[in-house]
Nanobody
């Protein structure tokens, strides 16, 4: 029933930009705190950016000033605009939706930054 589907990942050169999308179904994502997480091989999954149901945003220090999270409630979609990409941004990027007691995850989209 509930699905989060990420898209927009791919291969990009260092310094380039990419926008990943998370399309939600089975929920109204406007009622959820939404987040983007990433996981590189051998590393823990980490929060990259979050946007609350009230619209407040927060970012990991490593991406602050480069990434922007946004939402289009009419499209039930959350975006992560990634600029000035670095090789260390290479990871699988996962979409997350949270509204207690519910937590949902997407399957992820691969982002690879070459140098």
């Amino acid at each position: 029933q509930v699905q989060l589907v990420e898209s927009g990942g791919g291969l990009v050169q260092a310094g380039g930009s990419l926008r990943v999308s998370c399309a939600a179904s089975g929920i109204s994502s406007s009622m959820f705190d939404m987040g983007w997480y990433r996981q590189a091989p051998g590393k823990q999954r980490e929060l990259v950016a979050g946007i609350s149901s009230g619209g407040s945003t927060n970012y990991a220090d490593s991406v602050k000033g480069r990434f922007t999270i946004s939402r289009d409630n009419a499209k039930n979609t959350v975006y992560l605009q990634m600029n000035s990409l670095k090789p260390e941004d290479t990871a699988v990027y996962y979409c997350n939706a949270k509204s207690w007691p519910y937590v949902y995850w997407g399957q992820g989209t691969q982002v690879t930054v070459s140098s």
